[in-house]
C-alpha cells in the first residue's frame, strides 16, 4: 500500500525538512514541494514516480526512494510517524551511508552548523501535546541549540541576548568584548543575523538546516501555526501580538511572558525589540490575565489616582478595565511625567494584587499603597453612630486635610451644639483667623462628603468596608428626601434604621454636616469650574508596534 494512505492528514502536511532529506530538500522544493503530502500525490500521479522530480539525479532518486521506505516501517495504526524511531533509523542510515558510499560522504559539510542536520538531536525530548508542553519546551531547545553549536559567539548570543529579558540583555559591544577571541561589534551583529535567519527558516518556514538540532514535528507545528495566523501582516499592535500568541498556542499571556524574548526574536528577526515594544514587555506580566467583571466594573474614582484621575477621565478611562485595556494596549499617560508615575504606582499595585482567577485582592492593593482600611463594618445602626465622631476624627487626622482639621472638627462639628464654638472664637482659640478656619472646615467636609457618600477616594489614604458606607448610603437618601430641613431629616433616618430619637440628638448634627457640607445651614454654593489644562491635556500615546519580519522571506 502507497504510503499516501497510511498517513494521516497531519502526517501528510509534515514539512520536507522534517524528514531530513538533506540536499535533497532544496531541489525538492524548488520543484514545488514543501510537505510529504506534496511529494507522494507527485510519486503517484507522475508515470515517471519520483524520477519525473527536475534535477533529481538517479542516485538521489535511490535514496529518496529508501528515506520514503524507512518511514514506512515508522507509521502506527492511527496514521501518526513515529518520531523517536524514525529518527534513529535515519542516524543508522547515515552512519552506514559515510562508511560505505562516497558520494554520500563528500555531500556532508565538516563544519556542523552548516550541516544538513541530518544526524541531529531531535528536540525538545518530549512529544508536545499542547501549549503548556510547548511553552514549558523553551527551556530545553534553547539549551539544546546552544549545545550544538561550536562558535563562541553563537552560544554567548542565544544565552545573553535572544533568550533574555531586555534589562539583561548585553549589547553587541559587550559580547564583543566577552568573548577570548576579540571580534568587532559588526562581526557579532553578521553572526546574530545568520542565526535569525536559521531559527525562522526552521520554525517559520519548515527548513530545519544549519542549527545542529532538528525541532520535533510537533514542536515546530506550533510555529507554523501562528506564522499562518499572522499571515502577510508587517505590523501589528502589541497587544493583538499578545492575544494571537495567546490564542493559537493556547498558552495565557502571563506565562508566554516568560519567553517572550525568545519568541520575539524568531517573529521579527530581531534581537532588541523597538522601544515601545520594550516597554510593554518590562510591564508585569499578570496585567495580561483575565480580569473578573466584577473588578472591571469598578469606577477609578475608587482608586488612589489623585488628579490623575482627572487624566484618565480625559482619556475615556472610566473603569478599572478600562485602565487594565488602557495599559495593555499602550494608550494611556506618559510614565515620564508626575501624573504618569502615579498611575504606574497604582497599576503595580493593581496587577501586584491580580490573582490567577482573575479577582483582585483589594487587602493586597490597599497594602501596596499603604491604605488604610477604616473603620470596620458596624455591627449596628446604633454602632455606627454612637462611634461616628471618634471615627470621623479617625479619617481626617489619616487624610491630613490640613494641621488643624482634626481640632476644627471636634470643636465645630463634634461638640454638642450648645457647646460648639462660633468661627471666631475656635480662630481665637487656634491662634488663627475665622476665614481660615472657615475655608479648613469646608475643605474636610467637602472631602468626607466627596469619600464617604461620593465615594470618590482618589485622594484618600483610607478605604471602607462596604457595610460602613451602605450607612451613608441610607443617610444621603433621608437628606435629600428632607429637602434641606434637619428635623424631617433626623426623624427619616430614626424610621429607616428603626433606632431611638435620642440617638440622633448628636451624631444627627454630624451627619448632618458631612451631608450638607456644612454645620446646621444652606449647603454653600458650588461654582461652576472649568476643569484646567492639565486635567484635559491628551496624553503621549505608545503605539507598541510589532514589526513582524520574519514572514518576508521566501528563500
Same mark, same amino acid.
Given at each position: ?295 472591571? /466594573?469598578?469606577?477609578?474614582?475608587? &482608586?488612589? !489616582?489623585?488628579? @490623575? =484621575?482627572?487624566? $484618565?477621565?480625559?482619556? #475615556? ?97 463634634? /461638640?454638642?451644639?450648645?457647646?460648639? &464654638?462660633? !468661627?471666631?472664637? @475656635? =480662630?481665637?482659640? $487656634?491662634?488663627?483667623? #475665622? ?112 514589526? $513582524? ?7
Amino acid at each position: 500500500m502507497s504510503i499516501f494512505f497510511l498517513l494521516n492528514a497531519t502526517g501528510r502536511a509534515t514539512p520536507l525538512s522534517t524528514l531530513r532529506f538533506g540536499a535533497l530538500e532544496v531541489r525538492l522544493e524548488s520543484a514545488g514541494l514543501r510537505n510529504l503530502g506534496d511529494l507522494l500525490t507527485y510519486d503517484a500521479l507522475d508515470p515517471r514516480g519520483l524520477a519525473g522530480i527536475p534535477g533529481l539525479d538517479p542516485t538521489e532518486r535511490l535514496q529518496l526512494e529508501g528515506r520514503l521506505t524507512s518511514l514506512s516501517k515508522h507509521i502506527n495504526d492511527d496514521g501518526d510517524i513515529v518520531w523517536d524511531t524514525y529518527y534513529k533509523s535515519v542516524g543508522d542510515l547515515v552512519g552506514e551511508a559515510r562508511h560505505e558510499d562516497p558520494l554520500v560522504v563528500s555531500q556532508q559539510p565538516v563544519d556542523n552548523q552548516h550541516a544538513s542536520d541530518e544526524g541531529a538531536r531531535l528536540v525538545p525530548s518530549y512529544e508536545v501535546t499542547d501549549g503548556a508542553s510547548f511553552i514549558n519546551a523553551f527551556p530545553e531547545v534553547v539549551r539544546s541549540i546552544m549545545e550544538s553549536r561550536d562558535n563562541e559567539v553563537d552560544r554567548a548570543i542565544l544565552l545573553e541576548r535572544l533568550s533574555c529579558q531586555s534589562q539583561d540583555r548585553k549589547t553587541l559591544d559587550e559580547i564583543a568584548s566577552s568573548l577570548k577571541v576579540r571580534l568587532t561589534r559588526e562581526r557579532v551583529r553578521q553572526r546574530e543575523s545568520k542565526l535569525l535567519n536559521h531559527l525562522t527558516d526552521a520554525l517559520l518556514h519548515g527548513r530545519q538546516r544549519r542549527l545542529g538540532v532538528a525541532f520535533r514535528p510537533s514542536f515546530a507545528r506550533y510555529w507554523l501555526l501562528v506564522a499562518e495566523q499572522f499571515g502577510e501582516n508587517e505590523e501589528i499592535s502589541f497587544t493583538r501580538f499578545i492575544e494571537t500568541l495567546e490564542s493559537t498556542w493556547g498558552v495565557p499571556a502571563d506565562q508566554l511572558f516568560v519567553q517572550l524574548p525568545f519568541i520575539t526574536s524568531v517573529l521579527t528577526s530581531k534581537a532588541i525589540p523597538p522601544r515601545q515594544m520594550r516597554a510593554h514587555m518590562r510591564r508585569d506580566n499578570r496585567i495580561y490575565r483575565q480580569l473578573a467583571s466584577v473588578d472591571r /466594573a469598578i469606577p477609578i474614582t475608587m &482608586l488612589a !489616582l489623585g488628579k @490623575a =484621575a482627572g487624566r $484618565l477621565h480625559a482619556l #475615556g478611562i472610566e473603569t478599572v478595565g478600562d485602565l487594565f485595556d488602557a495599559a495593555r494596549n499602550g494608550n494611556g499617560l506618559d510614565a515620564s511625567s508626575n501624573v504618569g508615575r502615579v498611575v504606574e504606582k497604582v497599576l503595580f499595585a493593581l496587577v501586584s494584587s491580580h490573582g490567577e482567577d482573575g479577582k483582585i485582592d483589594w487587602r493586597g492593593y490597599e497594602a501596596k499603597l499603604g491604605l488604610v482600611r477604616f473603620p470596620a463594618d458596624p455591627a449596628s445602626a446604633e454602632t455606627f453612630l454612637s462611634t461616628l465622631a471618634d471615627d470621623l476624627a479617625t479619617i481626617i487626622r489619616a487624610n491630613r486635610y490640613s494641621l488643624r482639621a482634626v481640632d476644627i472638627f471636634n470643636i465645630r462639628i463634634a /461638640a454638642p451644639r450648645a457647646q460648639r &464654638l462660633t !468661627l471666631a472664637q @475656635a =480662630a481665637e482659640q $487656634l491662634g488663627s483667623h #475665622g476665614p481660615s478656619i472657615k475655608r479648613e472646615e469646608s475643605i474636610f467636609l467637602s472631602a468626607l462628603n466627596a469619600q464617604l457618600v461620593g465615594r470618590d477616594l482618589t485622594r484618600s489614604s483610607v478605604t471602607f468596608c462596604s457595610g460602613y458606607l451602605h450607612y451613608w448610603a441610607d443617610a444621603e437618601e433621608c437628606y435629600r428626601a428632607a429637602s434641606g430641613d434637619f428635623q424631617t431629616f433626623c426623624a427619616g433616618v430614626v424610621s429607616k434604621w428603626g433606632i431611638q430619637p435620642a440617638q440622633m440628638v448628636e451624631a444627627g448634627e454630624i451627619l448632618w454636616a458631612v451631608l450638607n457640607r456644612y454645620p446646621r445651614g444652606r449647603p454653600p454654593k458650588m461654582r461652576n469650574q472649568r476643569p484646567r489644562p492639565d486635567d484635559t491635556t491628551a496624553a503621549r500615546e505608545s503605539r507598541g508596534v510589532v514589526v $513582524l519580519r520574519g514572514f518576508r522571506r521566501a528563500h
